[in-house]
């Protein structure tokens, strides 16, 4: 998470507040209440004891013009240009501090506009009212409480506004009032929000930024583009001049959403275009993700530098905080608010103890006016509770950086605590690793309901990190916070890298396909913990980001270095990141079985490898960190598999030949005799073999001994692809076939997915050379293993090298039986009931396995499937069932509850296939028969049957379940009766 000021978020809102006790800022202002207006609808300006500055002087700072926008009327203030006014002395005098600014505007950009106005302390303060590229007219009130119209401005004027970016700012009327509010006198108000499926503990959220504004070629780009504009003016990003280091996947974007950069085409050849993160799609887009892979929610986070000048924008539709509310409720997600305080203004006199700085009247004006009364966010199902609390967050208390935008005093903390107790929340607080040594703080934080310590960057790439900073830091918090009643709240995030923005390492701290992640969630479920903070969702500048991102080389501009999916060796897919996360969740939740290792497939296709070979070149201000870094998988792992009376070498070098980029794989050596051999391993991968698989390289003989080399792939088994004797319009995919001509290019293809390769693994990528005495020397490009058309055809032009082998069946006098279902009201999950028996002692472990039935096959149903969709759950001595719920009385019954709580209509509707298991003290595996429900078939059953033991299980089922999946579902009247859905 970036923790600056430059950051500014447009996410203030209207309020309307019937039958509140004092005047307040409303939809409409009433004539008789305003002091002062000026108007331009018209076309020429019409001013109610409000003068207006007309300069036609083009060179001249207040030099303004007349245009038109969706058919209404306004005045353009071009950039860096001002609309000068001046109040009549007995319309607003300079005693006169307390006054509401309203501004209509047109919302194009994604820069901001202020008002600088005369105040008690500068002639110049500034108010900032930030732009979301709605393309509407907008109308945003600015609440001023140290105003003082003194007509100190250039010409003797109050107040001005000044024009910002490369479409200007266009304004149609003006309307100040004098009012004033005071958000601690502020009823709470009516809060219908607070249900059970918004209960924020055990539920684990992502931050999420929505900071990224797109614009054109001299417009000012919010949080890509980085340094100055070119001496054209051009301002977006381009090479050398961008601020993100993960490069975001935009393929489901709409295009309407997406806008030109300056960098050029992609490895792919598509344009090279951005995200604009105020976009009600790119935001459904988000939640929908948020959605698909189990994240619960989203802290939204709001930066208190982009809070100066307290503003209230009247048209809620199209500030970005409602776009997020409707997302969040639309996709079944949570969120809850997330004050960052850095970049805070701050009272900066140190004998000042007890003033409360202007950063907090900011927050608390915020909260009360915006998040509780205009948006209403707390009535909202969708905003996260505890026992009823509204969640809010206030991040950076305790930080100190070279900066110092981070505020300090003791007051302010207090009182932010105190303020949002007083409006009935729920209050966590961000603070450093180290905030228990911080004895000037530590009886504030003690107020707190829930610490959530800052890991990201704290913790590297290895275990042993994970496990030092965790004994010396997280271990005695948790101790700490349970003596002390308060809540804990860990942040775990993908690995880090800021070159492009902040010069350091390229690729700082690795995520290891997916294990820089997982160490930390594995370790926390270890310590019992049920949920974490990701750090972050969409936060792509410091490569934090969890959201889709470039895979490689052909998904990143052509001409500049980004870190991508695949840098770290391993071929990963833009949502791999998505999908480890998911798993984590499962894990801590209990929904799936805790492990060391990623448990996570490297890709679900249509792509499962693909390899050019591709580093680029990184500048960096600390030069030793200069370098080609890769963005492709390159090498990994890479050794000699196998070597039979032949030498070989493997490198990856720059070569102008190269068919694709600036790189390719060079492979050369010498065979020392007829049916000479040698195979090299480049790459390792994890990839299950599905039917009608296809690999394809681009291959270039530099002699004529390179046409004897190809691309084999290992399986898990120790066998090669190449031995089944695949091939293509009669070339074999192995050495039995020359391939290519001498000196140029030539692409390569072969099925492989064939019946009996279906579910192997392939673990391992190599070039190979099969031939007789002489040298070799071949160039390799364009890996790649992906979804084919149809089934491959096993061809028996030359015999296997290895004949395959078929495992005998388990002999087992064992029965596993799936017993039935229950539905559990309390604990929002659904339990399986099933049994052993095990006459011969034969078994040593015991558990269940859960698939998702429409994305699994049978064969995914057993222990070590890799299909992201199966989960195995190990029984426990906590889950023996003393009741015998199998017709043989011999048996050891179980119960296993899988949680579901606020999964959405989708998984309540999923079939679910489930299968009991047994592992044999012999190490080898067991299964009972598939059976097949739903949530909603089983909840259907016990509601009907009226099986639910308690009058509130009964209505649970029908107000979280059936009519939540089928809208107006026939009520049924409770009565008591058995529990159990008999399994079929």
């Known amino acids: 998470m970036r923790r600056i000021f430059s950051i500014i978020l447009s996410l203030a809102m209207l309020f309307t507040m019937p039958g509140m006790a004092q005047t307040l800022v409303t939809t409409e202002v009433k004539a008789t209440d305003v002091s002062a207006s000026g108007d331009f609808t018209s076309g020429n300006y019409v001013g109610q004891n409000l003068a207006f500055v007309d300069d036609s002087n083009t060179s001249a700072e207040a030099y303004t013009y007349k245009v038109s926008k969706e058919g209404k009327s306004g005045r353009l203030i071009p950039n860096n240009k001002y609309a000068y006014f001046k109040v ?49 007219w907008v109308t945003t009130t600015v609440c001023i409480d140290d105003a003082s119209f003194k007509k100190a401005q250039n010409g003797g004027c109050d107040f001005r506004i000044w024009g910002r970016g490369n479409s200007g700012t266009t304004i149609s009327s003006i309307k100040l009032t004098k009012q004033s ?57 381009r090479p050398g001049k961008i601020s993100i280091d993960y490069f975001p996947d935009v393929t489901e974007y709409a295009e309407s959403s997406l806008a030109q950069t300056g960098f050029s085409n992609l490895g792919n050849g598509k344009s090279t275009k951005l995200f604009d993160s105020n976009t009600k799609d790119v935001i459904d887009t988000h939640f929908k993700w948020m959605n698909q892979y189990g994240i619960d929610g989203a802290a939204i986070q709001r930066f208190v530098g982009g809070l100066t000048g307290r503003t209230i924008t009247a048209t809620q539709e199209a500030t970005q905080l409602k776009k997020i509310q409707n997302a969040a409720e639309a996709n079944n997600r949570l969120m809850y608010v997330m004050y960052d305080i850095s970049g805070g203004s701050q009272i900066t006199d140190s004998s000042d103890t007890t003033s409360i700085s202007s950063y907090v009247k900011d927050m608390k004006f915020d909260w009360v006016y915006n998040i509780e009364q205009s948006l209403e966010m707390l009535n909202s199902n969708a905003y996260a509770t505890v026992d009823g609390k509204p969640v809010v967050c206030v991040w950076g208390f305790g930080f100190s950086n070279a900066e110092n935008t981070r505020p300090s005093r003791r007051a302010d903390y207090e009182e932010i605590i105190r303020f949002f107790h007083s409006r009935g929340c729920y209050v966590i607080i961000g603070v450093p690793r180290e905030w228990r040594s911080q004895s000037q703080y530590i009886d504030i934080y003690n107020q707190a309901d829930m610490i959530s310590p800052w890991y990201v960057g704290a913790l590297g790439a290895d275990e042993g990190s994970v496990d030092s900073i965790y004994a010396n830091y997280l271990d005695p918090d948790i101790t700490y916070c349970k003596n002390n009643n308060m809540d804990y709240y860990p942040v775990v995030f993908s690995g880090f890298s800021w070159t ?64 991508t999916a695949s840098c770290d060796g391993y071929w990963l897919s833009s949502d791999f990141q998505l999908r480890v996360v998911n798993e984590a969740i499962k894990m801590m ?120 080399t190809y691309v084999d792939l290992l399986l898990d088994d120790g066998s090669y692809v190449s031995a089944r004797g695949f091939a ?120 269940l396995i859960y698939g998702l039935t429409d994305r699994i096959s049978e064969s995914d149903m057993v222990v070590g499937s890799q299909n992201q969709y199966v989960t195995v759950a190990k029984a426990t001595d906590e889950g023996k069932n003393p009741f015998k719920l199998s017709d043989d009385v011999n048996t050891t019954s179980y119960t296993m509850t899988m949680l579901y709580g606020n999964s959405g209509t989708g998984m309540l509707s999923s079939k679910i296939s489930v299968r009991a298991y047994a592992k044999l003290n012999n190490g080898k595996y067991v299964y009972g028969d598939i059976k097949t429900m739903s949530i909603y078939s089983v909840a259907n059953v016990l509601y009907q049957q009226k099986k639910m033991i308690t009058y509130s299980g009964h209505n649970y089922l029908y107000e979280k379940i059936l009519n939540v999946v089928t809208p107006g579902y026939t009520k049924v009247d409770y009565d008591w009766s058995n529990i159990i859905v008999k399994g079929k």
């Open 88 to 136: 009549e002395n007995n319309a607003i005098t300079q005693s006169d501090n307390d006054l509401f600014v309203e501004v209509t505007y047109y919302d194009e950009g994604n820069d901001f506009f202020q008002v600088q106005y005369n105040a008690t302390g500068s002639n110049y303060k500034q108010a900032t009212i930030n732009k979301s590229n709605s393309l509407t």
């Open 181 to 237: 509010v005071n958000p601690d006198a502020e009823p709470l108000g009516k809060r219908t929000g607070g249900t059970a499926n918004s209960e924020f503990k055990g539920k684990s959220f992502a931050g999420y930024q929505g900071w990224f504004g797109t614009g054109g070629q001299y417009n000012s780009w919010q949080h890509y583009a980085y340094g100055d504009a070119d001496a054209d003016g051009t301002n977006w990003p």
């Open 500 to 563: 492009l923005w902040q010069n350091g390492k390229p690729n700082m701290i690795a995520r290891n396909a997916g294990q820089t992640f997982w160490n930390q969630a594995y370790k926390l479920k270890q310590r019992g913990l049920d949920a974490f903070y990701v750090a972050m969702f969409d936060e792509y500048d410091e490569g934090t980001a969890i959201a889709k991102n470039a895979s490689d080389y052909f998904d990143i501009p052509t001409n500049q270095y980004f870190v």
């Open 589 to 708: 939740k209990g929904q799936r079985s805790t492990v060391s290792k990623v448990p996570v497939a490297h890709s679900n296709g249509p792509i499962y490898y693909r390899n050019s070979f591709e580093s680029k070149y990184v500048t960096c201000v600390d030069s030793k960190y200069n370098g080609n870094y890769p963005v492709d998988p390159c090498f990994k792992n890479n050794k000699v598999l196998s070597s039979s009376n032949a030498s070989g070498n493997a490198s990856i070098v720059k070569n102008n030949t190269a068919k694709t980029g600036d790189y390719l794989a060079a492979f050369s050596g010498n065979g020392n005799g007829n049916n000479s051999s040698y195979i090299y391993q480049i790459s390792e991968t994890a990839i299950k073999i599905k039917k009608g698989m296809k690999l394809s390289y681009s291959m270039y003989a530099v002699n004529n001994g390179g046409r004897n």
């Open 728 to 847: 293509s319009n009669g070339v074999s995919m192995g050495s039995s076939s020359t391939k290519g001509n001498v000196g140029s290019w030539s692409d390569c293809s072969f099925t492989f997915g064939s019946d009996s390769l279906v579910g192997k693994s392939i673990v391992g990528v190599a070039l190979a050379y099969g031939g007789n005495a002489g040298n070799y020397s071949s160039y390799f490009d364009n890996i790649i293993i992906e979804d084919g058309e149809g089934q491959g055809v096993e061809e028996t032009t030359e015999a296997p090298t290895q004949q395959p082998t078929t495992e005998a069946p388990v002999s087992t006098n064992m029965k596993l039986s799936i017993n039935g279902y229950q539905i559990s009201s309390t604990l929002e999950g659904f339990r399986t009931i099933y049994s052993i028996k095990d006459d011969d002692k034969e078994a040593s472990e015991v558990g």
